[in-house]
């Protein structure tokens, strides 16, 4: 396995654990396969892998008698690891996309439901630094932003009472999300004690923080490791299952939420930043019995002679 390969296994390892709470034998299982891969692949790299040469490694797994769950979980493994390639810009396409696996159902994204979001909001607006965390979570839950966009907004962006927040993506794609109106008080409650902070850092010599959520960490922000704690002690705080409950859990109960409540699916993938339409299509299991029961009322055939 190339050094080049290695880092991105280890980078992308990483960004599962803090953003998606991927568990430790769920690493440890990505971490074997996709080295496998890399292995296979003796000495090209992964970041010029062909969609041949992933077929020619399935073909290899396959003659060497893998069990299909074993197969469908390697060119799962894959294809997560180039998606998050692509989504990072390292690759301008997505070798992985279109090939076809063994089969394995689909695990569809945990979301929450209205009333445990409104919990987890309630308990963000309590305690010691309850501007801030009800600044954090009123933003995750009205812009389904990803948490390292959220950790890492500048002040600046906060600036002007906005209606609107500017994001810039994976990739350095920038796109503009809307603010809901609890976020956008929550917003400028927390930027005022924010500047109050600051203010009085600068009178003591201190440097000011660029970053709205300002942290004496060397990143200068809030962690992503910080916030996903933080998310679990509000679920406990607010009787959530804090087994449910991770930053992407947010991201999923906006888009799915937006899409019971008649969302356009292009639009949502613009919200979230999606760059393929298929990823934003998993959320549209929500709509299974909406949409059963939309055909059995409108279409002309469903109704009764």
């Known amino acids: 396995m190339?050094?080049?390969?290695?880092?991105?296994?280890?980078?992308?390892?990483?960004?599962?654990?803090a953003e998606l709470d991927a568990a430790q034998n769920t690493l440890l299982a990505y971490a074997r396969d996709l080295k496998d891969f890399?292995?296979?692949l003796n000495g090209r790299d992964l970041a010029t892998a062909s969609r041949a040469q992933i077929e020619g490694y399935l073909v290899h797994c396959d003659a060497q008698g893998l069990a299909r769950a074993?197969?469908?979980?390697?060119?799962?493994?894959?294809?997560?690891?180039?998606?998050?390639?692509?989504?990072?810009?390292?690759?301008?396409?997505?070798?992985a996309l279109q090939i076809k696996g063994p089969g394995k159902a689909k695990r569809l994204p945990k979301?929450?439901?209205?009333?445990?979001?409104?919990?987890?909001?309630?308990?963000?607006?309590?305690?010691?630094d309850a501007l801030r965390n009800?600044?954090?979570?009123?933003?995750l839950y009205a812009t389904g932003m990803r948490v390292s966009e959220l950790v890492g907004l500048p002040a600046a962006a906060a600036r002007g009472n906005p209606r609107m927040l500017l994001i810039r993506g994976k990739g350095g794609k920038e796109r503009m999300v809307p603010l809901s109106p609890p976020a956008q008080a929550a917003l400028a409650a927390w930027l005022a004690r924010r500047d109050e902070a600051e203010d009085a850092a600068k009178a003591e010599g201190r440097p000011a923080s660029r970053?709205?959520?300002?942290?004496?960490?060397?990143?200068?922000?809030?962690?992503?490791?910080?916030?996903?704690?933080?998310?679990?002690?509000?679920?406990l705080?607010?009787?959530?299952?804090?087994?449910?409950?991770t930053p992407h859990t947010l991201r999923h109960a906006f888009a799915t939420h937006l899409l019971e409540g008649g969302a356009d699916l292009r639009a949502i993938q613009t919200l979230l930043g999606h760059a393929d339409i298929s990823t934003t299509e998993i959320y549209t299991h929500?709509?299974?019995?909406r949409l059963k029961a939309l055909v059995l009322e409108h279409h002309p055939l469903a109704r009764e002679p």
Request: contains cysteine.
């Open 211 to 235: 970053f709205l959520f300002p942290s004496r960490g060397k990143e200068g922000h809030l962690t992503r490791h910080r916030f996903y704690a933080l998310v679990k002690e509000l679920a």
């Open 134 to 139: 009800a600044c954090l979570m009123q933003l």
């Open 286 to 289: 929500v709509l299974d019995e």
């Open 38 to 40: 890399a292995g296979w």
């Open 2 to 17: 190339t050094p080049e390969a290695a880092r991105w296994i280890q980078t992308f390892l990483e960004a599962q654990a």
């Open 111 to 128: 979301t929450l439901s209205h009333a445990e979001v409104d919990r987890l909001l309630e308990a963000a607006a309590q305690g010691r």
């Open 237 to 245: 705080a607010g009787g959530v299952d804090p087994a449910k409950v």
């Open 70 to 95: 074993t197969r469908a979980r390697r060119l799962s493994a894959i294809r997560q690891l180039y998606r998050f390639a692509y989504e990072e810009g390292w690759r301008a396409d997505n070798p």
